[in-house]
């Protein structure tokens, strides 16, 4: 029995655009082969898709070239270049303006007080203490000059010129010599971590009032104040407790 729908013309049209399966493809080349009018048929079809196709090619084509392209034809005038230059200049100045409060208001914000303790300039052979103070901590290591040596004292003298804190139990002050010699002002138990590697390489620490800060060394003569120094990286942090934990 001969299969009608390799006749239908839907059939025939998927048959030119070639969406048939291969089966289909191959069993509808063997009608062609064997039914002239099927082939003529098909050829038509064919045709017909080929002419269908020009034709929309050469609509398209001639869509596009009836498609205006917009030109610019107005030129700005010598007035609206000034104004623009003007508006340029006026944001710059704005920007600049604004950077230098906000820098100045930035450099207000910093503490500039620098108190210089009725101490001796401490060196790193014999650190020399003001008679009015009081060492606190017992146990200064001084056998060993690669170990931090550290110091517990009493606030600066009131008789010093500099300023005296209002507070001081709430502020820490210290000395530092980068190397071995540390002095604390105050009566505080605190710990030292020392050979901590950070990006910036091998740092020291220290481990005071449940919190850590970094031992940053101080010019000759100079106290400061320890707080500006508190680490706040989570990072660090955890990795200071782990070796304060481990100590």
Not at 187 to 204: A, H, R, V
Not at 220 to 233: A, F, H, I, M, P
Request: proline share 5%.
């Amino acid at each position: 029995m001969k299969d009608t729908k390799f006749y239908e013309m839907d059939f025939i049209e998927a048959y030119v655009k070639g969406k048939v399966s291969e089966a289909e493809s191959q069993a509808m080349q063997k009608l062609i082969a064997q039914d002239a009018h099927l082939a003529a048929e098909v050829e038509m079809q064919r045709n017909l898709q080929e002419a269908l196709a020009r034709t929309r090619r050469a609509e398209l084509k001639q869509l596009l070239q009836n498609t205006p392209i917009p030109t610019c034809t107005i030129l700005p005038t010598a007035w609206q270049w000034i104004a623009a230059s003007v508006g340029i200049v006026s944001l710059m100045v704005s920007l600049w303006l604004g950077m230098k409060l906000w820098n100045s208001q930035k450099i207000n914000e910093t503490p500039a007080t620098i108190l210089k303790p009725q101490t001796e300039t401490l060196k790193e052979e014999t650190p020399k203490v003001d008679e009015n103070t009081t060492i606190t901590n017992e146990n200064t290591v001084n056998q060993n000059p690669q170990k931090l040596t550290t110091e517990n004292t009493q606030k600066p003298s009131e008789n010093k010129k500099a300023e005296k804190p209002k507070d001081f139990t709430k502020e820490i002050f210290y000395q530092y010599d980068g190397k071995n010699v540390l002095q604390i002002f105050g009566d505080f138990s605190y710990e030292i971590l020392e050979n901590i590697p950070t990006k910036e390489g091998e740092k020291k620490f220290i481990f005071i009032q449940n919190k850590f800060y970094e031992l940053v060394p101080t010019p000759e003569d100079e106290v400061r104040n320890l707080k500006e120094n508190e680490v706040k990286n989570p990072d660090l942090i955890r990795l200071l407790s782990e070796r304060l934990k481990n100590k």
